[in-house]
């Protein structure tokens, strides 16, 4: 049965589905989530496949238009992007308004609406054309922003990287270069970077994703959408979750390490506490980015010969929860958030900015998603409710209330 003529027959039926465990918001060609056995596919690209042999860009493209690109369909993406990397200096002006201890999310959310400001053609995309031309300014200007959040914070000059480099190298490079020094990049961390980012890219109608879809169903355009989506991505039980992950495990060891008590408190129901980096509304196996990120996190901190104290916690908690009957019967796995923090700060990444690494790798999702959503022309997003409040009431004076 199509969607139209399911709708003529259930119309006027409202379901009432909270946190919409249920409910398909849309149809979609871009991921496949199947979470009972764990598998992520990208445009029917496993997810394994991709983190091992291609790179982020190539990713992006992917996601956006579909296909893998061709050598020359890939370079003049990248060359379209590097045209438009430079941000007006006028933004600058807006990040001098922030205190230094302003949150990155916060900044970047900001900045990226501010944006349309100075790309007011990015708005109507009608065409093919301006839809091409605004997923490539957001694509070039987000990075720059990105790193810019991160060096407002720690007093850096706010400066530009190098065109010549690759996508995630020329980030790296944004994000750390020191006007006294050459910044010189380490092809295991523009390696180990590179992935986290494709792991991230899309994870089909999650949180930020939906908010994405549904801001830009009222046609408020590509940046409003994704500034949107960076609002959603930053609380704790989504994308926030990184971070929170990592002062979960910092706290544990500064504790003593006792595991076993912290695995007592997420269980215990009177107790808010909840173990960061488990558990996921789709996944009930496992989830097959975390199996990929724990590796990499092995394999990152060997190469670069950090000894981080807290990979054996977060690897004695995930042993726990495995023979733990509460976890089990939950079917509470590590998600994607359990261990790229470990990996980011192996990188030099501070804990504040884990959040905006996930933004800038889900970037390619979420204008994958708005693009796919715009072109299938979908009507505006507009859930319904069950109204809970009072009946008709006439109104009092307020000397009578
Ligand atoms: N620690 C302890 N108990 C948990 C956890 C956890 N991390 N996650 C879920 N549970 C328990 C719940 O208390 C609930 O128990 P009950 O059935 O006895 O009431 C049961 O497992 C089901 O959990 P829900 O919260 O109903 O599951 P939901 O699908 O709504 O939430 C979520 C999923 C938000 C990811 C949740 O597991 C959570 O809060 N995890 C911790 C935060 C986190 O890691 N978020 C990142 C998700 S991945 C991402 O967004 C990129």
Redesign the pocket.
């Known amino acids: 049965i199509d969607i139209k003529s399911l709708r003529s027959v259930t119309n006027g039926v409202i379901t009432i589905d909270p946190?919409y465990?249920n409910t398909g918001s849309c149809e979609s060609a871009i991921t496949f989530l199947d979470g009972e056995k764990g598998v992520l596919r990208y445009r029917g690209y496993s997810i394994e496949e991709l983190a091992e042999k291609a790179d982020f860009l190539e990713v992006a493209y992917l996601l956006i238009f579909g296909e893998l690109p061709t050598a020359e369909e890939l370079a003049k993406f990248h060359a379209d992007i590097k045209a438009q990397s430079h941000v007006d200096e006028d933004v600058k002006k807006i990040i001098d308004g922030f205190p230094k201890s302003a949150h990155p999310m916060g900044v970047l959310s900001s900045l990226t609406s501010a944006l349309v400001a100075f790309n007011p053609s990015s708005v109507n995309v009608d065409s093919e054309e301006e839809m091409y031309n605004a997923i490539v300014r957001i694509m070039a200007k987000f990075p720059v922003l990105t790193a810019w959040a991160y060096r407002k914070r720690v007093g850096l000059p706010l400066d530009y990287g190098d065109d010549s480099l690759g996508y995630v190298e020329n980030f790296l490079k944004m994000m750390f270069k020191k006007p006294s020094r050459e910044y010189e990049s380490n092809q295991k961390v523009v390696d180990a970077l590179d992935k986290l980012l494709i792991l991230h890219a899309d994870?089909e109608q999650?949180?930020s994703t939906s908010t994405v879809r549904i801001v830009g169903s009222s046609h408020a355009g590509l940046f409003v959408s994704i500034s949107a989506g960076i609002a959603a991505l930053w609380g704790?039980?989504?994308?926030g979750?990184n971070q929170?992950v990592i002062e979960m495990l910092e706290a544990i060891k500064e504790d003593g390490g006792d595991t076993k008590k912290y695995m007592a408190k997420?269980?215990d129901?009177n107790d808010p506490f909840?173990?960061?980096?488990?558990?996921?509304?789709v996944y009930k196996n496992f989830d097959p980015r975390a199996k990929i990120i724990k590796k990499a996190a092995d394999n990152i901190l060997e190469e670069l010969g950090i000894d981080d104290p807290v990979l054996d916690i977060a690897k004695g908690l995930e042993k726990e929860a495995l023979e733990d009957p509460y976890f089990v019967d939950?079917k509470?796995y590590p998600?994607?958030?359990f261990y790229s923090g470990i990996i980011y700060r192996s990188m030099g990444i501070p804990v504040e900015m884990f959040t905006a690494m996930f933004a800038l790798g889900r970037l390619p999702g979420w204008i994958a998603q708005w693009k796919e959503m715009r072109l299938n022309k979908e009507p505006i997003g507009r859930p319904r409710q069950i109204y809970t409040g009072e009946t008709l009431r006439s109104f009092k004076d307020i000397k009578n209330r």
């Not at 704790?236 to 994308?239: F, R, S, T, Y």
């Not at 909840?274 to 558990?279: C, E, I």
């Open positions: 946190g465990k994870h999650n949180c704790p039980l989504h994308g979750a929170a997420a269980k129901k909840r173990l960061m980096g488990f558990g996921h509304r939950r509470l998600n994607v958030d």
